[in-house]
């Protein structure tokens, strides 16, 4: 397997004060990653930081991903390069409807544009695997919708955008029992159908129990703590995180 994303020494700070210290990742071209930690560990900033937020400034280090430094790229440069991120609370946008917004994404990233029935035809078939109402397509992007439901749309744009990796922060947060069951069946299909990476961070093991871990990450003040197989999240699940923190 051929390396996709690769970072060395990662230095992130917001508002002056540093987050993350010197975190070291590598993930390879299919395969899925889970990150755990304790609350306010440095999770969602290495998301984020990935993806290039504004709100997160690099201080040290660098991210390269399918051997393109993309360390100092915008948020859209990498997304076309094939990053997507899904966001814990996913925003309400007043007067663009799920449909619109989506093929606008995909033409954008993709470079080509697409005749309007193939692409109705590629967003039915995505809203099936996540038994959301063909309704819903029509809709002022998570303007109203409940926080399941906002949470299958971030899937959704998942499926039918089909990046190489993809990282989901929390996606499970807030769900229901059944409503983690479809989100997963979302995902495992991404997998299936684009043979991409993942980067899950989590707290609930629930979502992954469709999908092959290959690595396991924990993530405690900042550092990365500890890496290893599924066997660690585990081991969390059992004994939380009182053995990775100062």
């Known amino acids: 397997m051929s390396e996709l994303l690769k970072i060395?020494?990662?230095?992130?700070?917001?508002?002056?004060?540093?987050?993350?210290?010197?975190?070291?990742l590598t993930i390879n071209e299919g395969e899925t990653h889970v990150i755990m930690g304790p609350n306010?560990?440095?999770?969602?900033t290495l998301g984020a930081?990935?993806?290039?937020?504004?709100?997160?400034?690099?201080?040290?280090?660098?991210?390269v991903f399918d051997d393109n430094d993309i360390t100092e790229e915008t948020p859209d440069k990498r997304a076309?390069?094939?990053?997507?991120l899904s966001f814990q609370n996913p925003i309400e946008i007043p007067g663009?409807?799920?449909?619109?917004?989506?093929?606008?994404?995909?033409?954008?990233?993709?470079g080509e544009r697409i005749k309007l029935f193939e692409f109705k035809?590629?967003?039915?078939?995505?809203?099936?695997?996540?038994?959301?109402?063909?309704?819903?397509?029509?809709?002022?992007l998570n303007v109203g919708f409940s926080g399941g439901e906002?949470?299958?749309?971030?899937?959704?744009?998942?499926?039918?955008?089909?990046?190489?990796l993809a990282i989901l922060d929390e996606t499970d947060s807030g769900l229901d029992v059944d409503a983690v069951k479809t989100v997963s069946a979302?995902?495992?299909?991404?997998?299936?159908?684009?043979?991409?990476?993942?980067?899950?961070?989590?707290?609930?093991?629930?979502?992954?129990?469709?999908?092959?871990?290959?690595?396991?990450?924990?993530?405690?003040?900042?550092k990365l703590a500890a890496e290893g197989g599924a066997e660690l999240i585990d081991e969390v699940a059992e004994h939380g995180f009182e053995n990775y923190t100062g």
């Open 8 to 24: 060395t020494g990662l230095r992130v700070s917001a508002e002056d004060k540093e987050i993350l210290h010197g975190v070291d």
């Open 186 to 222: 979302g995902i495992k299909a991404y997998k299936e159908q684009t043979g991409g990476s993942l980067l899950i961070i989590t707290h609930n093991t629930k979502i992954l129990e469709a999908l092959i871990v290959d690595k396991t990450h924990i993530i405690a003040d900042g």
């Open 121 to 140: 035809k590629k967003l039915g078939a995505a809203m099936d695997i996540l038994q959301l109402d063909k309704s819903y397509a029509d809709r002022e």
């Open 40 to 44: 306010g560990a440095g999770k969602s």
């Open 80 to 84: 076309k390069h094939g990053i997507f």
């Open 49 to 63: 930081a990935i993806m290039g937020s504004p709100e997160y400034a690099i201080t040290g280090g660098s991210i």
């Open 96 to 110: 663009i409807t799920l449909s619109s917004f989506l093929r606008s994404a995909y033409e954008q990233i993709t």
């Open 150 to 164: 906002k949470k299958k749309a971030e899937i959704l744009q998942l499926l039918v955008l089909r990046p190489k």
